[in-house]
């Protein structure tokens, strides 16, 4: 008799609690439940269940038996949907939250060209820079940037990596000259970026060191990056920004790079999913395509 077999009639008669519970919702005869069940107790050569007419039991031995077949049973059913997924294409709902300003700039660009790609797929991206719970909110996938404070029960991998630029318009400069060192940030008005209550501080490493933070003095707090470089380009002030989001300001000379002599502080970017014995292709394939497009992206 097949092994495989045998263990899912074994689980299915405990789950059930009864042979003729098995054999009616497995389409067997009472007897075959049966003849499963003894090959595997001859085969191991110790009882499993014990069997009365009222009643059946699990021995001490069938109960930690039980819980391995159970596991060997659902990495059997995640390999034969992997094959599955191999012959096939991603298809489905495909849902993905997302920083708004990266997930607009950087990273749906890409999974629209995965959509392009699979016609089957249906894409669904949420911009919002909440942390979103993906079992409670019902995602596929997250992008995020920075720490990882929890990971309980995810996965994650990393796409990419940026450099954050101090920065400021050349009419600013000109006023009140460039910061050479990050001493000089004193001297100088800065455009940060503020959540209520909360003012983000300029990090920069220091070999072998604690990061150094800096909170410049600013009297202008905003929660948009896009407008904290809008702000920096009319001259109100120093920023320090993602390079992914100043580079083609910086190449047209609306802005200037400053404190180019200090190395720049760098964040990565990861997807993250649920934690499950088989990862959809759907999901598989997207972040492949991330970890391929996303680096360039950023550049």
Excluded at 147 to 155: A, P, Y
Excluded at 255 to 266: F, R, S
Excluded at 288 to 295: E, M, T, Y
Aim: charge should be neutral.
């Amino acid at each position: 008799m097949d092994r495989l077999t045998s263990m899912a009639v074994f689980v299915k008669a405990v789950d059930l609690g009864s042979f003729a519970a098995a054999s009616e919702a497995l389409d067997l005869s009472g007897p075959m439940v049966g003849k499963h069940v003894r090959f595997l107790e001859e085969r191991l050569g110790v009882r499993l269940i014990n069997r009365t007419t009222r009643r059946q039991s699990l021995t001490e031995f069938g109960r930690a038996y039980y819980d391995r077949c159970r596991v060997i049973l659902a990495e059997a059913e995640a390999a034969d949907a992997l094959a599955a997924d191999q012959l096939s294409e991603p298809r489905g709902r495909l849902r993905v939250t997302m920083p708004a300003l990266l997930g607009r700039r950087c990273v749906a660009p890409i999974l629209m060209e995965f959509a392009r790609k699979y016609p089957r797929l249906e894409l669904e991206l949420s911009f919002g820079d909440r942390i979103a719970d993906l079992a409670e909110d019902g995602y596929d996938l997250a992008i995020r940037t920075g720490t990882l404070e929890d990971r309980s029960g995810l996965i994650a991998r990393r796409l990419a990596s940026h450099s954050m630029v101090v920065c400021a318009s050349p009419s600013y400069v000109e006023r009140h000259g460039a910061p050479r060192q990050i001493d000089d940030l004193g001297r100088h008005h800065a455009v940060t970026y503020n959540r209520p209550g909360w003012v983000h501080p300029w990090l920069f490493p220091r070999d072998g060191q604690q990061v150094l933070e800096v909170t410049p003095a600013n009297r202008l707090r905003l929660d948009d990056l896009e407008a904290i470089a809008d702000a920096a380009a009319a001259g109100m002030g120093l920023a320090w920004l993602p390079s992914w989001l100043v580079r083609h300001r910086i190449k047209s000379g609306v802005l200037v790079e400053v404190l180019q002599g200090e190395p720049g502080y760098v964040f990565d970017n990861y997807a993250l999913w649920l934690r499950t014995p088989h990862l959809p292709l759907k999901v598989r394939l997207a972040v492949d395509a991330l970890v391929a497009a996303l680096p360039t992206a950023m550049i």
